[in-house]
């Protein structure tokens, strides 16, 4: 109880729908200085074969990217 758990339900969500998805985050650590620093991280699907590999150009390329903000991840859409 009071902890997360959002890295199951995204690994399981990237299993589910077959397509990496990319998740980023805003780290104040760099507040001090002047700077925010985005970081991010990928989650691979574990099947070799991805069914929807026709939506990114390699297979390695996220094709949902979210924000992650405690509690709450809102999707990004590139330009």
């Given at each position: 109880m009071g902890e997360?758990?959002?890295h199951m339900h995204i690994t399981a969500?990237?299993?589910a729908l077959g397509?990496?998805?990319?998740?980023?985050?805003l780290d104040r650590s760099s507040c001090d200085t002047g700077?925010?620093?985005v970081n991010h991280h990928d989650f691979m699907p574990v099947a070799g074969d991805l069914?929807?590999?026709s939506c990114s150009s390699e297979k390695n390329i996220p094709f949902i990217t979210l924000l992650y903000?405690?509690?709450?991840y809102d999707i990004l859409y590139t330009k």
């Open positions: 997360e758990s959002d969500l990237s299993d397509i990496p998805i990319r998740v980023v985050y700077g925010v620093s069914p929807n590999a903000r405690p509690g709450h």
